[in-house]
């Protein structure tokens, strides 16, 4: 699907803020609120563009964060990746290259409902090689932002007791329909507009939620995808997080335990652009002693939701 220069426009300013109505389009970008309804809903078709409304995990409960990466048999990778797909802690399935063939994002509340999880899902899979599990011990920075830059995560992190049943239920309902009006919100959860409005504004302000335009980066030029994991000394670690987070093509930055220290998700026009930028970032930071690259070849799954 081939974008022109008012797709771009109309995708630029969701980006800023992915909630605003057509109408506040429209004027922005002195086109009929028609126009504005009818390209969106065709990037909505061609899914282009995607919207989601994405809680800080540790706030709604979730306390594990881990990677599964999974050698196959050549051939095997899509059947493994659908026998994974419908389990609602498997958050994002990649299919890659490199040392595994398909990478499972996995999103629990405990290391109990973790163990619960992996013989279930994973003792099912027939013809597997090799597994391996990273956890996620910081996650840095994690951005959907391609026009503007997000160095990272400024917020605090609010303790989970701060929520209660009614920003639970809020959160669920936003999920559910991201770019619904405050008023539609109030109607579904039977509560006064006001009181909706002012809890709304704690979330977001608190950073415990925020929406987001989640825009598929092939669409953008963006062609080459990859997972790149870094040995790091140890006692730079969390500065060379900080500095990789600047970078605008990084979207993802965390610190995990095992062989490598730091896995960030990588963003290039081509592969040779890709290469060209880490071999830059090994010479502007020599505290990385070493990188592996897992090209992703298809997003298999991904998936926002928490709460619904």
């Known amino acids: ?45 061609g899914r282009i563009i995607t919207f989601a409304t ?19 048999p050549s051939g095997k990778s899509r059947a493994i990746a659908d026998q994974l ?4 802690a498997i958050k994002y399935i990649q299919l890659t290259t490199g040392r595994y063939d398909v990478m499972a994002w996995v999103l629990v509340r405990d290391i109990k409902e973790l163990m619960q999880l992996l013989p279930e899902a994973l003792g099912k899979l ?19 932002r391609y026009f503007t830059h997000e160095t990272g995560i400024p917020n605090k992190r609010a303790k ?9 239920l809020l959160i669920r309902e936003m999920e559910i329909m991201p770019r619904q ?20 504004a704690k979330l977001l302000n608190n950073g415990i939620v925020k929406f987001v335009s989640v825009v598929d980066a092939a669409a953008l030029g963006y062609r080459v995808r990859a997972l790149v994991f870094l040995k790091v000394k140890y006692d730079r670690l969390v500065g060379v997080a900080n500095s990789l987070a600047l970078e605008q093509t990084i979207m993802h ?33 020599p505290e990385i002693i070493c990188y592996e690259v897992v090209q992703v070849v298809q997003i298999h799954k991904y998936s926002f939701r928490m709460l619904s």
């Open 181 to 200: 009006t405050m008023t539609e919100l109030a109607e579904r959860v039977g509560s006064d507009r006001f009181a909706v409005n002012r809890r709304m």
């Open 126 to 144: 027939s013809q597997v090689i090799d597994i391996e599990t990273v956890f996620f011990l910081n996650v840095v920075k994690n951005s959907w």
């Open 1 to 45: 699907m081939e974008l022109d220069d008012l797709d771009m426009i109309l995708l630029k300013e969701l980006e800023s803020d992915a909630r605003q109505g057509y109408e506040s389009i429209a004027t922005k970008m002195g086109i009929s609120k028609t126009t504005v309804h009818r390209r969106l809903q065709r990037l909505l078709d």
């Open 160 to 168: 989970r007791d701060a929520l209660d049943e009614f920003d639970l």
């Open 54 to 72: 994405i809680s800080d995990p540790f706030c709604v409960g979730y306390e594990v964060f881990c990677l599964v990466g999974i050698k196959v």
């Open 253 to 285: 930055v965390s610190i995990i335990s095992g062989n490598f220290q730091i896995c960030m998700w990588a963003i290039a026009k081509d592969i040779r652009g890709l290469h060209v930028f880490l071999d830059n970032i090994l010479a502007e930071l």
């Open 85 to 88: 797909a419908p389990y609602p």
